[in-house]
């Protein structure tokens, strides 16, 4: 099974409704993050997690929400979706004590569009 | 702040051509990550290599090599023989390790290797 899950793969929505994407990791990490990737401009942080109780926002937090469930979980809300956040969304964690390259590992991604 | 910049948007080559992508990045630590990642047209982010700034040493992984050069700030990435399963988008990123430890993208390079 793969160490990070995104659910869902692809969503389409619709402008003004409001949706959950999920993240979940069984790598035991307490830093979690949230990426956007839009064509041509590589991928921008969103938001980020040291541990459940510790969240903070990234560059381009505006619009997002988010929720860490437990050490394990860590969702991304978009509480009114407008079509320029079409993109494709990644989860990642990493290991602060993982080492010298405290490497971040990523989820397969979710492509949103909001029509 | 940290910038990465991959100026080369797309490249094109024949099959068993060589092939360098570039990167050149910015940052005012001393110490600092950089990796390359590879996204073919499935979408998941692949992990290649990483590098920190201590570690001038080049690589070779088989068709791969990566040429890191701190004098003028460039981590560029050749494949030798280039193949048609290496189309796909590739990303240089830099990670300091202060802040969020997120990783900073470049914007990308599209390599189309032609049959």
Known sequence: ?115 | AQKVTQAQTEISVVEKEDVTLDCVYETRDTTYYLFWYKQPPSGELVFLIRRNSFDEQNEISGRYSWNFQKSTSSFNFTITASQVVDSAVYFCALRAITGANNLFFGTGTRLTVIP
């Open chain 1, 1 to 115: 099974d793969a160490d990070v899950t995104q659910t869902p793969r692809n969503r389409i929505t619709k402008t003004g409704k409001r949706i959950m994407l999920e993240c979940s990791q069984t790598k035991g990490h307490d830093r979690m993050y949230w990426y956007r990737q839009d064509p041509g401009l590589g991928l921008r942080l969103i938001y980020y997690s040291f541990d459940v109780k510790d969240i903070n926002k990234g560059e381009i937090s505006d619009g997002y929400s988010v929720s860490r469930q437990a050490q394990a979980k860590f969702s991304l809300s978009l509480e009114s979706a407008i079509p320029n956040q079409t993109a494709l969304y990644f989860c990642a964690t990493s290991d602060p004590s993982g080492g010298l390259y405290n490497e971040q590992f990523f989820g397969p991604g979710t492509r949103l569009t909001v029509l």
